[in-house]
Nanobody, 125 residues
């Protein structure tokens, strides 16, 4: 089975930066859409950012736009989330998702077939 392995989480002060990584364990898993979601305690999982190879678009939540950047390296079968100007409200477990499918924006959890294990991001004030 294809596994998505996440790394890069940790604790950072408000205003700081982190870069999350997510890599597919099988190189033949051809990802069309990568996505990042997050879930804070007591809240539902929410969309953060997505990237579609076909048609080649990126999408961001209102809170992420201007602060977070999603990038992909298809040669490494890896997606990244660069997070800057972090705020305590960004504290959550961050999950990456992937699918070979196409035709969606990747902004919905049900768009994805595979998920990472999650990585904790904690932002202190």
């Amino acid at each position: 089975q294809v596994q998505l392995v996440e790394s890069g989480g940790g604790m950072v002060q408000a205003g700081g930066s982190l870069r999350l990584s997510c890599a597919a364990s099988t190189r033949t898993f051809s990802v069309n859409t990568w996505g990042w979601f997050r879930q804070a305690p007591g809240k539902e999982r929410e969309f953060v950012a997505s990237d579609t190879r076909d048609p080649g678009s990126t999408y961001y939540s209102d809170s992420a736009r201007g602060r977070f950047t999603i990038t992909r390296d298809d040669a490494k079968n890896t997606v990244y989330l660069q997070m800057s100007s972090l705020e305590p409200e960004d504290t959550a477990i961050y999950y990456c998702g992937a699918t070979t499918g196409w035709g969606t924006t990747g902004t919905q959890s049900n768009d994805y077939t595979n998920w990472g294990q999650g990585t904790q991001v904690t932002v202190s004030s």
